[in-house]
């Protein structure tokens, strides 16, 4: 089933498209055609985007918190009888009715340049920095280090972290060669060894040498190689006592989740 699905914001459409995807998602074969339109500030802007659902009418997701530019867009969704979903509304009324407060319906408030901001840009630079087990002599500033076999996802996962503001570093484990002292040596940052399922490992790797046009007959995608190296690498972690994420199943948002809760549950332990 396919149609037409506009995505309006004041902002940079992240929040919308991020809440129309997870709606999405529950319904198997449903096929959105995305329309999107971000940064709508204007009366201009939203004349246009109202043209937009004229000549593709489809449901209608929008974050805009100014009643001059919301009026005319529902107006629309009444006229043509699609859906207009104002997707924070509801949370927005909620927190407001918690803490006895109204709104400032102002756009891009997330986006201000702002502390949080600062930090997340600081994270993502260190990310980039610390990637696979490059400047060791650093790696005692993260929050945490991320360790584990090739193609478990250490790097997306720092990355995504690093988008929360969390300073994440990777070492890689390779057989045969030592972890660096830098990493046994690291006190303040959290350690999780990353895993997967060797059949699941091979299947990635594989993909991954014929996208770079590799030879594919080497131990690195072998069974019995790659078994031995996902046991070897568990085993470490166990014997150093850092908690280890099978992420088979789990997808980057997933793991990153659950890194953050292992992350806040030591912090507070040790505050």
């Given at each position: 089933m396919r149609f037409h699905l506009h995505l309006v914001s004041d902002a940079t459409g992240e929040t919308v498209h991020s809440l129309a995807r997870a709606a999405l998602a529950q319904f198997e074969g449903a096929e959105a055609i995305e329309h999107i339109w971000s940064m709508v500030r204007t009366r201009?802007?939203?004349?246009r985007v109202i043209a937009g659902i004229d000549?593709?009418?489809g449901v209608v997701f929008y974050t805009l918190v100014n009643?001059?530019?919301?009026?005319p867009l529902q107006d629309c969704c009444r006229r043509l009888n699609v859906p207009g979903i104002?997707?924070?509304d509801s949370a927005i009324t909620a927190l407001g009715a918690y803490l006895g407060r109204t709104s400032r319906n102002l756009p891009g408030q997330q986006h201000l340049l702002n502390h949080e901001y600062f930090q997340r840009i600081d994270a993502m630079t260190f990310a980039m920095t610390h990637d696979d087990g490059q400047a060791l002599w650093g790696l005692n500033e993260a929050d945490v280090i991320?360790?584990?076999?090739?193609?478990?996802?250490k790097t997306p996962t720092c990355i995504y972290l690093a988008n929360r503001g969390v300073k994440a570093a990777n070492v890689p484990m390779v057989p045969g060669v030592p972890l660096p002292?830098?990493?046994?040596?690291?006190t303040k940052p959290l350690i999780v060894g990353l895993t997967n399922d060797p059949e699941r490992l091979i299947a990635i790797r594989r993909s991954r040498m014929n996208a770079i046009q590799q030879d594919s007959s080497t131990p690195y995608v072998e069974l019995e190689s790659v078994r031995a190296e996902v046991?070897?690498?568990r085993r470490l972690c166990h014997e150093h006592k850092w908690p280890v994420i099978d992420v088979t199943r789990r997808s980057i948002e997933e793991t990153a989740a659950a890194i953050m809760k292992l992350l806040a549950k030591r912090q507070g332990v040790e505050s």
């Open positions: 201009s802007q939203i004349e000549a593709n009418p009643d001059t530019l919301r009026q104002p997707v924070l991320l360790t584990g076999v090739s193609r478990t996802s002292n830098e990493l046994f040596a690291a046991t070897a690498a």
